[in-house]
């Protein structure tokens, strides 16, 4: 049950597809969609559990006409991946950006979604929204109340504003475009044309079964790019599911997170409840950002994105 200020238009009609991995659980995709009907949408499937490839929803070919599909259904109004896993980066070529833009669409997802939404970013300039996904949220055997909300709030509210408790932060105000997610897909995009070049931006990152070691790494990637020097901020997200050893010798995730402060020129926000976590809040990639943070956790407002139509 959604809160009583969260309205979803009537007729609003979800279009399913996998852009990368395939439903591990068959069951997973019809909770989903039962959920998605529940709430009073309409969803069209472009994903077939027979046509599989690999570890893949279907053959690239397949998964790229999909999307283009989704895109061109004048009666969808939200494009949702399946699930991540991996697959996006072998579609990018074969993507039309200045019809997915010109669609309208909003293009849901997180993780390898990530390539997605940095592309269409960079091809573009038209957002995308970092959210739940199908099997991981829709699909789960007990959705988050917190990821529902968030999602459907963002689909239908002009403005969002997160506020977290989280000790360490710098002090600071800072506007921008806010943009990012997945860091290792983030970093995979360097030096190609699906990254986006943000000057004044405000960088969200999360990652998953990354040891601290090799975020560490990914984040001076960014800093040697001149990446980070062009953001007024950089929010972290969820980093976890990594396991450390003896081998580290007392090197953990808050260890380099201080050698990250030290080194790194943007200022590094931590607490973002985005990542692969179970209460997630969805963000528009692409949108703007107003940040507040001091030591004991920060305010982000956020505007200037899409939403659907009135209910």
């Given at each position: 049950m959604l809160p009583s200020d969260i309205r979803i238009p009537p007729g609003t009609c979800v279009a399913i597809v996998a852009p990368g991995g395939y439903a591990p659980d068959e069951a997973a995709v019809e909770r989903g969609i039962a959920l998605l009907e529940a709430q009073g949408c309409k969803v069209k499937s472009y994903y077939d559990h027979s046509a599989r490839h690999q570890r893949f929803g279907a053959t690239d070919i397949g998964r790229a006409a999909h999307i283009q599909q989704a895109a061109a259904d004048?009666?969808?109004?939200?494009?949702?991946?399946?699930?991540?896993?991996?697959?996006?980066s072998r579609i990018l070529p074969a993507l039309n950006y200045r019809a997915l833009a010109a669609s309208g669409k909003?293009?849901?997802?997180?993780?390898?979604?990530?390539?997605l939404h940095?592309?269409?970013?960079?091809?573009?300039?038209?957002?995308?929204?970092?959210?739940?996904?199908l099997c991981s949220d829709f699909g789960t055997e007990t959705p988050s109340a917190m990821t529902m909300n968030s999602f459907?709030?963002?689909?239908?509210?002009?403005?969002?504003?997160?506020?977290?408790?989280?000790?360490?932060?710098?002090?600071l105000k800072a506007?921008?475009?806010?943009?990012?997610g997945n860091l290792a897909m983030i970093v995979h995009l360097l030096g190609t044309p699906y990254f986006p070049q943000v000057d004044g931006g405000i960088?969200?990152?999360?990652?998953?079964?990354?040891?601290?070691?090799?975020?560490?790494r990914m984040l001076l990637q960014l800093e040697h790019a001149g990446?980070?020097?062009?953001?007024?901020?950089?929010?972290l997200g969820d980093f976890s599911n990594y396991r450390l050893s003896d081998y580290d010798n007392g090197y953990n995730?808050?260890?380099?997170?201080?050698?990250?402060?030290?080194?790194?020129?943007?200022?590094?926000?931590?607490?973002?409840?985005?990542?692969h976590i179970p209460d997630r809040v969805t963000l528009p990639v692409g949108g703007h950002a107003e940040l507040q943070a001091d030591e004991g956790g920060f305010t982000l407002t956020l505007s200037g994105y899409p939403t659907l139509p009135a209910a």
């Amino acid at each position: 049950m959604l809160p009583s200020d969260i309205r979803i238009p009537p007729g609003t009609c979800v279009a399913i597809v996998a852009p990368g991995g395939y439903a591990p659980d068959e069951a997973a995709v019809e909770r989903g969609i039962a959920l998605l009907e529940a709430q009073g949408c309409k969803v069209k499937s472009y994903y077939d559990h027979s046509a599989r490839h690999q570890r893949f929803g279907a053959t690239d070919i397949g998964r790229a006409a999909h999307i283009q599909q989704a895109a061109a259904d004048p009666e969808v109004q939200i494009v949702m991946a399946l699930r991540g896993a991996y697959g996006v980066s072998r579609i990018l070529p074969a993507l039309n950006y200045r019809a997915l833009a010109a669609s309208g669409k909003f293009f849901i997802g997180y993780s390898d979604i990530t390539a997605l939404h940095l592309a269409l970013l960079a091809q573009t300039g038209a957002p995308g929204f970092a959210g739940p996904m199908l099997c991981s949220d829709f699909g789960t055997e007990t959705p988050s109340a917190m990821t529902m909300n968030s999602f459907w709030r963002t689909m239908t509210q002009p403005t969002q504003t997160i506020k977290t408790v989280s000790a360490g932060n710098p002090t600071l105000k800072a506007s921008g475009m806010l943009w990012g997610g997945n860091l290792a897909m983030i970093v995979h995009l360097l030096g190609t044309p699906y990254f986006p070049q943000v000057d004044g931006g405000i960088l969200f990152i999360e990652d998953v079964n990354e040891h601290p070691y090799r975020v560490e790494r990914m984040l001076l990637q960014l800093e040697h790019a001149g990446v980070l020097a062009r953001q007024k901020a950089v929010l972290l997200g969820d980093f976890s599911n990594y396991r450390l050893s003896d081998y580290d010798n007392g090197y953990n995730f808050e260890q380099m997170l201080a050698y990250a402060r030290q080194h790194l020129s943007a200022p590094l926000v931590t607490g973002l409840p985005f990542g692969h976590i179970p209460d997630r809040v969805t963000l528009p990639v692409g949108g703007h950002a107003e940040l507040q943070a001091d030591e004991g956790g920060f305010t982000l407002t956020l505007s200037g994105y899409p939403t659907l139509p009135a209910a």
